[in-house]
């Protein structure tokens, strides 16, 4: 009997096996419903831009996956020519890239996978509503349901589809079925946490930092007096799989790369962004700053903040003295401290509401270097828009009885369908947009003698003054990248080159398999000219926005 009871709660319980089928089903509902025909395989119209950030993906994919392994193992020798840089910084999601070049055949080559990682992400994003569900130790086919849609239709994972790793937002929700886990059985689970960590650490920096500001604040609340040596060893070998692990894929950087960015204080957190956005709530549709404090779209939606208004409502009733204890608060105090400072950091040193500067402090001089490598603050609010969905998720089964819990979870999310709806037609709208092609990849396998290697591309990133490095010089790179070509640039994060070296660059050249591209707004022909040595016999033809020149033959 104890058998046959297992047996019917693991197929028809929400918590079991059964539940994770249907958000698994759920997923590849909407998944059909987003994406287009070919998406998935990564050859539908939307992948064919070639001045947008997924550009940028998938040159550098093909990049790395077109070379030999190299040390450190993220390495991609042929961009940024000849110093090098890393997957980590075009942003090819580094252990999904390395697994593939691991496995797939090397006649796939020029392939863009990131269809599949996408919708890898929704199933993740739907498995990570179920074990939080589970967790919480919520039987509720109704409650799992709403979970995995609102999570689904989560405004600010909506947004990042034109960013590709960090759509991975089922790793922030991992790290709080993790938190949950422990409040249930009352132990750290490390292995689960490591796993996680590392594997966070090799798809997105961002939210790697997230994550591991929520482990923290878990490792520091542990009874280091009863489990002191377990912790020591544990951290220990984490620390140190971490530093070896790194080191075989990352270190040295090369030249040029892994420097700081601008942009703290501009990409941050406005004040009304979590509350206003939707097409049933919009608190002040005109005043966005002239500048991007909206950065990550932070809007909750009108169904979770109706969610939020049903708990404070439910703690009201039931009075605050009796229902609001450790157990009602969901995350132990140490997340919520986190959280608060992750909001402060959100914020930057700029607060605004709407286009309104409300406040400004000087960054000190010692925190320069952290604002520097995470200048797009805003987009630290995304674990506290999280946390706070799944607390009220939670109190509002724990507030009410489950029938009453129910029937508010089917308003609500109703409510953030309809809010959202304009929003999810537009990612429809977006992911089967057309893009038409800005350089022309066969006309130019023409221009290009057999025996050209590498490219000079000018002027490099950061260097434009007269014209736009998306619109010309992006472009170049994906075609170099799919055509096994070095080109001395490209579109790489927390890169600074040295401008006005191009004269120099240009001596030290193999001019017998060198092309050298020079972008029209920013060079006239005599500056053209004054790059070549005169004894060199040098051809160079002017294009549309660019001049080719090449060696005479």
Not at 6 to 27: D, K, M
Not at 423 to 437: D, F, K, N
Not at 507 to 531: C, G, H, P
Request: with cysteine.
């Amino acid at each position: 009997m104890p058998t046959q009871s297992y047996q019917t709660q693991f197929i028809f319980s929400p918590n079991r096996f059964s539940g994770l089928v249907l958000v698994v089903l759920i997923a590849a509902l909407y998944a059909t419903y987003l994406f287009p025909t070919d998406f998935i395989k990564g050859t539908s119209s939307y992948w064919l831009a070639q001045n947008e950030d997924v550009t940028q993906y998938i040159a550098g994919f093909n990049a790395y996956f077109s070379e030999p392994w190299h040390w450190p193992l993220w390495k991609i020798g042929s961009l940024n020519w000849p110093q090098g840089t890393l997957t980590t910084f075009v942003d090819v999601i580094p252990l999904y890239s390395a697994i593939l070049k691991l496995i797939a055949p090397a006649s796939w080559f020029p392939f863009n996978p990131f269809g599949f990682w996408l919708l890898l992400c929704i199933f993740l994003q739907a498995i990570g509503s179920w074990w939080i569900v589970r967790e919480a130790q919520i039987t509720s086919w109704i409650a799992l349901i709403a979970l995995t849609v609102l999570l689904l239709t989560f405004p600010s994972w909506l947004n990042r589809f034109v960013h590709i790793s960090l759509f991975s937002h089922w790793i922030l929700l991992f790290s709080f079925a993790l938190v949950l886990q422990e409040q249930r059985t009352k132990h750290l689970p490390n292995c689960n946490w490591f796993i996680l960590l590392l594997c966070a650490f090799f798809i997105n920096i961002y939210l790697f930092t997230m994550i591991l500001a929520i482990f923290a604040s878990q490792w520091l609340s542990q009874d280091f007096v009863a489990h002191r040596i377990r912790i020591l060893y544990c951290t220990l070998l984490m620390l140190a799989i971490f530093i070896l692990a790194a080191s075989a894929t990352m270190w040295p950087l090369p030249a040029a790369n892994g420097g700081s960015e601008y942009g703290f204080g501009i990409y941050s957190l406005n004040l009304l962004s979590p509350i206003s956005g939707g097409s049933l709530w919009q608190v002040s549709p005109d005043s966005f700053s002239s500048e991007q404090h909206f950065e990550g779209f932070n809007y909750l939606g009108f169904g979770i903040l109706t969610l939020l208004i049903s708990c404070l409502i439910g703690f009201i009733k039931q009075r605050w003295n009796q229902s609001c204890n450790r157990t009602n608060l969901v995350w132990p105090l140490s997340v919520w401290i986190t959280l608060l400072l992750m909001m402060v950091y959100a914020f930057s040193n700029r607060i605004y509401w709407g286009d309104q500067l409300l406040y400004e402090w000087v960054i000190p001089h010692w925190a320069l270097p952290l604002t520097g490598q995470f200048r797009a603050s805003g987009r630290f609010f995304w674990p506290i828009a999280y946390a706070l969905t799944i607390f009220v998720f939670i109190c509002v089964y724990r507030l009410y009885t489950k029938r009453t819990a129910n029937i508010i979870l089917c308003v609500v999310c109703a409510l953030q369908i309809i809010d959202l709806s304009p929003l999810i037609m537009q990612t429809r709208a977006l992911l089967s947009r057309i893009s038409p092609p800005i350089i022309d990849h066969m006309e130019w396998q023409k221009l290009l003698p057999p025996q050209t290697q590498t490219l000079y591309l000018y002027p490099k990133l950061k260097c434009n003054k007269n014209s736009s490095f998306l619109e010309i010089q992006l472009p170049f790179m994906r075609y170099a990248s799919e055509n096994h070509f070095n080109i001395n640039t490209g579109y790489i994060a927390r890169y600074n080159p040295a401008c006005s070296q191009e004269a120099l660059e240009i001596a030290q050249s193999n001019f017998q398999s060198s092309a050298y591209i020079f972008v029209n707004a920013e060079y006239s022909d005599s500056t053209i000219e004054s790059f070549f040595p005169s004894q060199k016999a040098f051809t160079c033809e002017k294009f549309k926005s660019v001049t080719l020149c090449l060696k005479r033959k």
